[in-house]
Structures are given as structure tokens and as C-alpha cells.
């Protein structure tokens, strides 16, 4: 793929797109704007090969992508939801302020999608390393050594994070649903 | 009204629903969207000059270049006034010397 074959590109793309979709949509939680990212991903991949080292596992260095083209993403939303504010303030701008909180992953069993559907929602509101750590391991089903490598942590730092992630979950979670 | 403890089982649960949830898959023809989008990008000069520019060794060469700028400005500003103090007192000492008369010359006394 480094010497630039477009086969070799298109088997990667295949076999990893899953992978990648699975990560961004778990974070995004809209499949719209994951399979945006999903194709910047892939995108920056062809552009970035080279860079590429072979320090990490590829699928690593993948997943390393995907993180951080997602965060990227929420962040601009982000901006782009302020200013969006402010224009509804003193405009007549139409843009919702927030996604609808009704985000169901497909891949999610029939019969647990209403939980999933709160779950979903709890984690927007995680602190970001503890989102990461929880998204890759619960929703892309990563290992604590996985997770480890791509965030660049040992695995009791994960642990700590996760243990955290539970925690600050279960606290949102009671709160809503006392209110 | 749900007790305590009937809350709690009930957070567990939502807490255990992504177990054995499988993985979301785009839609079809993924790498025919992404080859797509990147012969988009190559036509898009925006997209063009923003991948130029956002090369590290593009972007640290501006920086370096912005700083430089920044550093020969104010050198010459510090220049440009300390010359300018240098002139001032020059020219306080000049009119001072000849406003100033000796009480000796006023008075035409030897000291």
C-alpha cells in the first residue's frame, strides 16, 4: 500500500471499514456524520502512509486515526452549535441545538435498544479520555491492551479510566432517572 | 415511584446492554465514495492550498518567517528610539548651553 497500489487500498478499505465506522459512529453517535468521517479516515490514510513507521500495529495506527478524526469532529460541531447559538439569540437561525437524544446503534440487540439508547446519551456527557477508553472498549469491544495501545497508556491507566467512565455513567444515569 | 434498589438493577442493566452488540457496518461501495472524494479534494485549490499549508514543514517555515519578521521589527524599533533619545538629549544639551549665562559673565566677575 506504501508504494501507492490502489488494489492493495481497496482490500484495506474493505476488510478495515467496519472497524473504523463501528469507532466513529460510537462517538458521533449519527450515521450520517460517521460515514463522513469514515471516508476522512480512510482519505488521510492513502495521504499519510508513509508516515506510517510500523511502530504500532497498522490497525493501531487505525484506530489512533479514527479516535482523533472523531473528536475533531464533535469539536467543530461544537464550535459550529455555539455560533449557532448566538445566531438564534440575535438572528433567525433554524439550526437545532443539539442532536436528537434518540440515537440507537445498529448493531445493538433488539431487545436491550431503549438501555442502550440511555447508555448512548450518559456517555456524550464523560470526560474525553474516559469516553475514549469506554467507546473502544465497550462499543468496538477492544481489550484493556488494545485500548492501552491506542491511547497510549498502560493498562492500569485504563482500568483507572474505565472504573472512572462506570462510575461518572451511573451517576448520570440515577440522576435521570430521579428527574 | 421505583425504589432504590429497583434503580440500581436498572442501571446495571442499561450498563451491560452493549454486551454481545455487534459491529455497525457503512454502506455498501465505501471505496468508491472515498476514491470520490479525493479526486473532489484534488480538483478543490482551497483543499489544495490548505493540505500545502498544513504540512509541518511548511507551516513551521511561516512561523519561523512570522517570527523573524517580528523579531527585525521591534530590533529596529528599540534602534529607531534609542536614536531618537540620543538626538533629544543632544539637542536639550545645545539649547541648554545656550540659554545657560554664568552668574560670573552676568555679573563680569572673575570666580
Known amino acids: ?179 | 415511584m421505583q425504589t432504590g434498589s429497583h434503580h440500581e438493577v436498572n442501571i446495571d442493566l442499561i450498563l451491560d446492554s452493549l454486551e454481545g452488540m455487534e459491529r455497525a457496518q457503512p454502506r455498501p461501495f465505501l471505496h468508491t465514495r472515498v476514491m470520490a472524494r479525493m479526486e473532489q479534494n484534488r480538483r478543490n485549490p482551497w483543499v489544495q492550498t490548505w493540505n500545502f499549508v498544513s504540512r509541518p514543514a511548511v507551516s513551521l517555515t511561516i512561523i519561523a518567517g512570522l517570527m523573524l519578521l517580528n523579531f527585525i521589527t521591534l530590533y529596529q524599533r528599540t534602534n529607531d528610539r534609542s536614536a531618537i533619545r540620543e538626538e533629544s538629549i543632544a539637542s536639550v544639551g545645545v539649547e541648554y548651553e545656550a540659554q545657560f549665562v554664568s552668574y560670573y559673565a552676568i555679573n563680569d566677575e572673575q570666580p
Open chain 1, 1 to 179: 500500500m506504501k508504494a501507492g497500489d490502489q488494489t492493495a487500498f481497496r482490500d484495506m478499505v474493505e476488510a478495515r471499514q467496519g472497524l473504523v465506522f463501528n469507532t466513529v459512529i460510537g462517538f458521533l453517535q449519527n450515521p450520517e456524520d460517521a460515514e463522513d468521517v469514515t471516508q476522512e479516515v480512510f482519505i488521510k490514510v492513502y495521504e499519510s502512509i508513509g508516515q506510517f513507521k510500523g511502530e504500532s500495529a497498522f490497525t493501531t495506527w487505525l484506530y489512533r486515526i479514527a479516535v482523533t478524526s472523531a473528536l475533531e469532529f464533535l469539536r467543530k460541531k461544537g464550535r459550529k452549535k455555539r455560533s449557532g447559538l448566538i445566531t438564534r439569540l440575535f438572528g433567525d437561525g433554524n439550526m437545532p441545538l443539539a442532536d436528537p437524544p434518540d440515537f440507537v446503534h445498529p448493531g445493538v440487540k433488539l431487545d436491550q435498544r431503549e438501555n442502550a439508547r440511555m447508555l448512548f446519551e450518559a456517555m456524550q456527557i464523560l470526560p474525553e479520555n474516559q469516553r475514549i477508553a469506554f467507546t473502544l472498549h465497550k462499543v468496538e469491544g477492544l481489550s484493556y491492551q488494545d485500548v492501552a495501545s491506542v491511547m497510549g497508556l498502560s493498562i492500569s491507566a485504563v482500568e483507572s479510566l474505565l472504573h472512572r467512565a462506570k462510575q461518572n455513567l451511573r451517576k448520570t444515569l440515577e440522576k435521570s432517572m430521579k428527574e
